[in-house]
């Protein structure tokens, strides 16, 4: 159960770290350009201004990243490994029933004629 709230967890965590990511621009065009450039066609009045936007997005990246980071390892120990004794592929193998095959006790032996012909 701890588990599966772990996984849940990681996989809202890496869509938001995709997110953050995507939003960010190596040269100022993305959501810190973006909000920068609208600020200053409303009235000049510019609320959060484009270097303060652009350190949001990277600490905000830093945090998921640790955050990914480290229940990732967690959740290796939340792993339930006595329920698992056999692996996927020993599951789903069937046992060959006796019968099926037959498999001669001793092998037969050679013939005369092929051992005079042998170098």
Do not use: H, W
Not at 5 to 12: D, E, M, P, S, W
Not at 44 to 68: E, H, I, P, Q
Not at 78 to 90: L, W
């Amino acid at each position: 159960m701890l588990y599966t709230i772990t996984i849940i967890l990681i996989t809202i965590i890496a869509v938001l770290m995709v997110i953050v990511v995507l939003l960010q621009s190596g040269q100022g065009q993305g959501l810190s350009g973006g909000i920068a450039g609208a600020g200053g066609m409303i009235g000049g009045a510019n609320m959060m201004g484009a270097r303060r936007t652009a350190d949001f997005l990277s600490k905000a990246t830093t945090v998921l990243a640790a955050l990914f980071l480290s229940l990732c390892v967690l959740a290796n120990f939340f792993i339930d490994r006595e329920a698992v004794t056999q692996s996927t592929i020993q599951q789903q193998s069937i046992p060959a029933q006796s019968g099926d095959f037959d498999i001669p006790a001793d092998p037969p032996a050679a013939s005369p004629s092929q051992q005079e012909q042998a170098p």
